[in-house]
């Protein structure tokens, strides 16, 4: 009997908000709102945009103030608080000659070593020379527009930094702390109670970046020291690597020293971190499992690097499309007619349970993640080019499911997740998949939604954006429409999909399954088959029994009230970031241990070291 690896919170941020409590997913379907939760999603972002403080952070917004929010949020034109994209700085090389030569000073600290072939330095005083030669090799500030001038930002005025004592982090870890605070926060648990119950060595913690940190706290500024005339720091290239958001949780926000690992699959690199944490809860390895990533690629050198490729939509393939009047905000567009995929930032976070200890501990059941699936690509002609791997893990998390539900749950009661980057080759690609799949499978009508159209690719947070939306859609039946789109491309397969360009409203309970998505570069395929919460509470109340089940909701009000007491607070713009730098420290010298048993000191709890031989019928 495997243990089932239930979602017991989730939190993070992204283009479209604070993503606990449905807040980001509330956002991307705003228009399917009723009047008073409109206001109240408008409100929450408010006051995180820094619009709104204090006993102002809630109520009714002005015209003015609404359409404020409106403009901050989602995928919209890049904001100068990156960089200008018409004018980023870069150096152009030139090499200078003149027949009567060159003479000129400079300070003598400032002299390369060696001295260029023809340099003649002549020493002057307070510390200066004067040098002649006859030509000189320079690089000269210059500036060139990189056309790319969309992209999928946090809110408008919410900087992560300014939450929590963030000195020199780069912005990766700040979304990553911010994150996993959000998550943890948002169980209604204290955590230290949740670390308890679970056991020191049964807590797991996965999550990284794709990317790796490249704002100039981390690896883009160790790269680009000595070529600025700078120095490398002692920080940038610890901080800078791809395992630091899980790093960054475990020792700032959960103290934890339980199982740990950052595994990075290009643009399923979310799923492939939720993939280590579900074995892990299903065969017992562990009893809490955190998920997460977060990237931050908002800089010059990463769309640059994009571009070049060809990837990214850029203004010449928006004319295109839009003529001379480019709608930035529909720049993602999934299945239409598109030009090249829209980069955005974020974190996305959840807290897996085996099914007894949330039952245990009374923690709120927002669904449950059956099983995750990966398969590479095999021969490639082209690294960045789709291939077979991806027609495995649909099929196989589509068979689970199957297995797990039955026939008419998987054909009338399930939708999908779509990767839907929004390029030419994956609306063919991706959409021949789950055509020829749900055919095989008899499904009709299979509905198809693509989040990116909202938030841009937050590359390693990509999943975990599908993820977060997909717990909206099982809280309020909203399934996001493709609204960045007026028609299905041509070239689109769609024979038994239902691709909308509208919100579709359905009963909750009318939907049991979602399957997430994602076609990575290198052929990081991956799908994830995700269990509704009606579902997942009929199977708790099943293995466990009808009456501790009902012990379990008594517990879970408590706990319920414990979270909105949260949503609250963080709705008047109060995140209380978890940053616990330097707190809790546990002395080494102090852990009491035996050949059976080890004790963390301060109450952090005890670890056996007792095993059953795994090899029993072997030695």
């Not at 056309?147 to 939450?163: D, I, K, M, Y």
């Not at 990767?419 to 020829?436: L, Y």
């Not at 963390?600 to 090899?615: Q, T």
């Given at each position: 009997?495997?243990?089932?690896?239930?979602?017991?919170?989730f939190?993070?941020?992204?283009?479209?908000?604070?993503?606990?409590?449905?807040?980001?997913?509330?956002?991307?379907?705003?228009?399917s709102?009723?009047?008073?939760?409109?206001t109240?999603?408008?409100?929450d972002?408010?006051?995180?945009?820094?619009?709104?403080?204090?006993?102002?952070?809630?109520?009714t917004?002005?015209?003015?103030?609404?359409?404020?929010?409106?403009?901050?949020?989602?995928?919209?034109?890049?904001?100068?608080?990156?960089?200008?994209?018409?004018?980023?700085?870069?150096?152009?090389?030139a090499?200078?000659?003149?027949?009567?030569?060159?003479?000129?000073?400079?300070?003598?600290?400032?002299?390369?070593?060696?001295?260029?072939?023809?340099?003649?330095v002549?020493?002057?005083?307070?510390?200066?020379?004067?040098?002649r030669?006859?030509?000189?090799s320079?690089?000269?500030?210059?500036?060139?527009?990189?056309?790319?001038?969309s992209?999928?930002q946090?809110?408008?005025?919410?900087?992560?930094?300014e939450?929590?004592n963030?000195?020199?982090?780069?912005r990766?870890?700040q979304?990553?702390?911010?994150g996993?605070?959000?998550?943890?926060?948002?169980?209604?648990?204290?955590?230290?109670?949740?670390?308890e119950?679970?056991?020191?060595?049964?807590?797991?913690?996965y999550?990284?970046s794709?990317?790796s940190?490249?704002?100039?706290?981390?690896?883009g500024?160790?790269?680009?020291?000595?070529l600025?005339?700078?120095?490398?720091?002692?920080?940038?290239?610890?901080?800078?690597?791809?395992?630091?958001?899980?790093?960054?949780?475990?020792?700032?926000?959960?103290?934890?020293?339980?199982t740990?690992?950052?595994?990075?699959?290009?643009?399923?690199?979310?799923l492939?971190?939720?993939r280590?944490?579900?074995?892990?809860?299903?065969?017992?390895?562990?009893?809490?499992?955190?998920v997460?990533?977060?990237?931050?690629?908002?800089?010059?050198?990463v769309?640059?690097?994009?571009?070049?490729?060809?990837?990214?939509?850029?203004?010449?393939g928006?004319?295109?499309i839009?003529?001379?009047?480019?709608?930035?905000?529909r720049?993602?567009r999934?299945?239409?007619?598109?030009?090249?995929f829209?980069?955005?930032?974020?974190?996305?976070?959840?807290?897996?349970?085996?099914d007894?200890?949330?039952?245990?501990?009374?923690?709120?059941?927002?669904?449950?993640?059956?099983?995750?699936?990966?398969?590479?690509d095999?021969?490639?002609?082209?690294?960045?080019?789709?291939?077979?791997?991806?027609?495995?893990?649909v099929?196989?998390?589509?068979?689970?499911a199957?297995?797990i539900?039955?026939?008419?749950?998987?054909?009338?009661?399930?939708?999908v997740?779509?990767?839907?980057?929004?390029?030419?080759?994956?609306r063919v690609?991706?959409?021949?998949?789950?055509?020829?799949?749900?055919?095989?499978?008899?499904?009709?009508?299979?509905?198809?939604?693509a989040?990116?159209a909202?938030v841009?690719?937050?590359?390693?947070?990509?999943?975990?954006?599908?993820l977060?939306?997909s717990?909206?859609?099982?809280?309020?039946?909203?399934?996001?429409?493709?609204?960045?789109?007026?028609?299905?491309?041509?070239?689109?397969?769609?024979?038994n999909?239902?691709?909308?360009?509208?919100?579709?409203e359905?009963?909750?309970e009318?939907l049991?399954?979602a399957?997430?998505?994602?076609k990575?570069?290198?052929?990081?395929n991956?799908?994830?088959?995700?269990?509704?919460p009606?579902?997942t509470?009929?199977?708790?109340?099943k293995?466990?029994g009808?009456?501790?089940?009902?012990?379990?909701?008594?517990?879970?009000?408590?706990?319920?009230e414990?979270a909105?007491?949260?949503?609250?607070?963080?709705?008047?713009?109060?995140?209380?970031?978890?940053?616990?730098?330097?707190?809790?420290?546990?002395?080494?010298s102090?852990?009491?241990m035996?050949?059976?048993?080890?004790?963390l000191?301060?109450?952090?709890?005890?670890?056996?070291l007792?095993a059953?031989?795994?090899?029993?019928d072997?030695v």
């Amino acid at each position: 009997m495997q243990r089932l690896p239930v979602i017991t919170a989730f939190g993070g941020f992204n283009p479209a908000g604070r993503s606990s409590f449905h807040r980001g997913y509330k956002r991307m379907v705003l228009d399917s709102l009723g009047a008073d939760e409109r206001t109240d999603v408008l409100s929450d972002l408010a006051a995180l945009m820094g619009l709104r403080t204090g006993s102002e952070a809630q109520g009714t917004l002005s015209a003015e103030l609404e359409q404020q929010v409106l403009d901050g949020t989602l995928v919209r034109a890049l904001e100068t608080r990156f960089y200008d994209y018409r004018q980023c700085h870069f150096h152009q090389p030139a090499s200078l000659s003149s027949a009567e030569g060159f003479t000129f000073e400079m300070s003598a600290r400032q002299l390369p070593n060696p001295l260029p072939a023809g340099w003649q330095v002549e020493t002057l005083e307070t510390g200066r020379v004067k040098v002649r030669t006859g030509s000189l090799s320079v690089m000269l500030d210059s500036h060139r527009e990189i056309a790319v001038a969309s992209a999928g930002q946090l809110p408008t005025g919410f900087e992560p930094g300014e939450q929590y004592n963030s000195r020199f982090h780069p912005r990766g870890l700040q979304l990553a702390i911010l994150g996993a605070s959000d998550a943890v926060q948002s169980l209604g648990i204290d955590w230290d109670k949740v670390a308890e119950k679970a056991g020191p060595d049964k807590i797991s913690v996965y999550a990284s970046s794709a990317m790796s940190q490249l704002d100039p706290n981390g690896n883009g500024g160790l790269l680009q020291s000595r070529l600025r005339g700078g120095r490398v720091s002692s920080k940038q290239l610890a901080l800078g690597l791809t395992s630091m958001p899980a790093d960054f949780v475990n020792a700032y926000v959960l103290g934890s020293v339980g199982t740990t690992g950052a595994v990075a699959g290009a643009c399923a690199t979310y799923l492939y971190n939720l993939r280590s944490a579900v074995e892990d809860i299903r065969c017992g390895r562990a009893r809490v499992a955190v998920v997460g990533a977060a990237e931050a690629p908002l800089v010059p050198e990463v769309v640059d690097g994009y571009a070049t490729m060809g990837a990214l939509a850029n203004l010449d393939g928006l004319r295109k499309i839009f003529g001379d009047r480019i709608d930035f905000r529909r720049a993602s567009r999934p299945f239409g007619e598109n030009c090249g995929f829209t980069l955005g930032e974020g974190s996305q976070w959840v807290v897996l349970m085996d099914d007894a200890l949330a039952m245990e501990l009374g923690a709120p059941i927002h669904g449950a993640v059956a099983n995750v699936f990966v398969n590479a690509d095999g021969p490639k002609k082209s690294i960045s080019a789709p291939g077979p791997g991806n027609y495995l893990t649909v099929a196989r998390a589509m068979a689970e499911a199957r297995a797990i539900l039955g026939e008419q749950s998987l054909r009338e009661r399930s939708f999908v997740q779509a990767h839907g980057s929004s390029t030419p080759q994956n609306r063919v690609t991706e959409s021949a998949i789950f055509d020829r799949l749900a055919a095989a499978f008899d499904i009709k009508d299979w509905p198809v939604c693509a989040v990116k159209a909202f938030v841009g690719h937050t590359v390693a947070a990509a999943s975990g954006d599908q993820l977060i939306t997909s717990l909206g859609v099982f809280n309020r039946g909203i399934l996001p429409g493709i609204t960045t789109i007026d028609r299905v491309a041509d070239d689109v397969h769609h024979e038994n999909l239902a691709l909308s360009m509208a919100h579709v409203e359905r009963d909750p309970e009318s939907l049991d399954v979602a399957f997430l998505n994602s076609k990575g570069f290198g052929g990081n395929n991956a799908t994830a088959g995700v269990l509704a919460p009606h579902v997942t509470r009929r199977m708790l109340a099943k293995r466990h029994g009808q009456a501790a089940f009902t012990a379990y909701q008594a517990r879970n009000e408590v706990v319920s009230e414990q979270a909105a007491d949260y949503d609250a607070r963080a709705s008047r713009g109060d995140l209380n970031a978890i940053y616990r730098f330097g707190e809790g420290l546990i002395d080494e010298s102090a852990i009491e241990m035996d050949a059976h048993r080890l004790t963390l000191p301060g109450g952090a709890g005890a670890i056996s070291l007792d095993a059953d031989n795994p090899f029993a019928d072997m030695v």
